[in-house]
């Protein structure tokens, strides 16, 4: 059964740092690419950052590049640093990992963990 479990959320100040974490399982996901994606209250799921298989190429949405780092410390675990957090990240975080090239498009993406919560107050 794959899994992609999530952590790290939590409430911070504006201009805080998180550090979120995935841990995937379940099979092997040497040959996936990647990434994070985010949905707010009442609005779409979007992308936020995708990695490659391999770890060396990155993807990142204009609205958090210069502030998120996206990583990976082997196949199966991921991490998204976050710096300088604004209120407008707020959102539950999800990641994903898809066979293949790296992609913003949400469809694109077969597994899914269940999210964290990150909520920044002003």
């Known amino acids: 059964q794959v899994q992609l479990v999530e952590s790290g959320g939590g409430l911070v100040q504006a201009g805080d740092s998180l550090r979120l974490s995935c841990a995937a399982s379940?099979?092997?996901?040497?040959?996936?690419?990647m990434g994070w994606f985010r949905q707010a209250p009442g609005k779409e799921r979007e992308f936020v950052a995708a990695?490659?298989?391999?770890?060396?190429?990155t993807y990142y949405a204009d609205s958090v590049k210069g502030r998120f780092t996206i990583s990976r410390e082997n196949a199966e675990t991921l991490y998204l640093q976050m710096n300088s957090l604004k209120p407008e990240d707020t959102a539950v975080y999800y990641c994903?990992?898809?066979?293949?090239?790296?992609?913003?498009?949400?469809?694109?993406?077969?597994?899914w963990g269940q999210g964290t919560q990150v909520t920044v107050s002003s």
């Open positions: 990695i490659s298989w391999i770890g060396g190429s």
């Open positions: 379940g099979r092997t996901f040497s040959s996936y690419a």
């Open positions: 994903a990992a898809k066979p293949g090239l790296m992609s913003r498009q949400r469809l694109q993406y077969t597994y």
